[in-house]
């Protein structure tokens, strides 16, 4: 499979692994995708030797909150969904918060409860376009691959495309960001 890219999502009971492990989660893919058919045995056959590989589990960060002591979480770390959650802008507009906060503030308790206060709602609603992405792309049963696969294709038609847009453009523009001063 020289220069082709697959991504393969699977349904799994939570996983024992380290995560520097490749050997491990190549054999995790290659169990969960025997006897698949179609195209599968060809991918399979050049896991082995395959030089970009990523393994991960699609999921979703919930704290409580998102500093503690002089320690704060950005995107990702703080409240990331994968799938669909737009993690880079996310964290661009955190980062941007973040530090206007500690310009006004001066010290970073006031910062850390200020930036929490304006990221809260921001990142739910990233949250709640996730959704439930995992059971979406990685249905457990042959009848909830059937219906994941029409959906898709509904969802990717000219049609649904820009209620899509729409959706992913609310949640994107949710926050009305300050004009904070140079520090």
């Given amino acids: 499979m020289d220069d082709e890219s697959v991504l393969c999502v699977f349904a799994s009971e939570p996983l024992d692994y380290h995560y520097r492990d490749v050997a491990t989660q190549k054999r995790l893919v ?34 409580d909150g998102y500093a503690k002591g002089r320690v704060a979480l950005v995107g990702d770390a703080g409240y990331g969904a994968t799938m669909g959650g737009l993690g880079a802008g996310m964290s661009l507009v955190a980062s941007y918060v973040l530090t206007g906060e500690l310009a006004v503030h001066g010290d970073h308790v006031r910062a850390f409860a200020a930036y929490e206060q304006v990221i809260r709602p921001y990142a739910k609603a990233c949250q709640r376009l996730a959704g439930n992405a995992g059971s979406f792309f990685a249905p457990r049963t042959a009848r909830g691959i059937r219906l994941r696969n029409g959906a898709h294709r509904i969802l990717t038609s000219r049609l649904f495309a820009r209620y899509l847009d729409k959706l992913t453009t609310k949640a994107a523009n949710s926050i009305t960001l300050k004009d904070y001063p140079l520090a």
Avoid at 36 to 56: I, N, P
Wanted: hydrophobic share 50%; aromatic share 18%; net charge negative.
């Fill in 30 to 63: 290659a169990k969960a995708f025997a006897g698949m058919g179609w195209e599968t045995s060809r991918f399979l056959a050049g896991l082995d030797d395959a030089r970009d590989f990523y393994f991960d589990s699609i999921g979703m960060v919930q704290v």
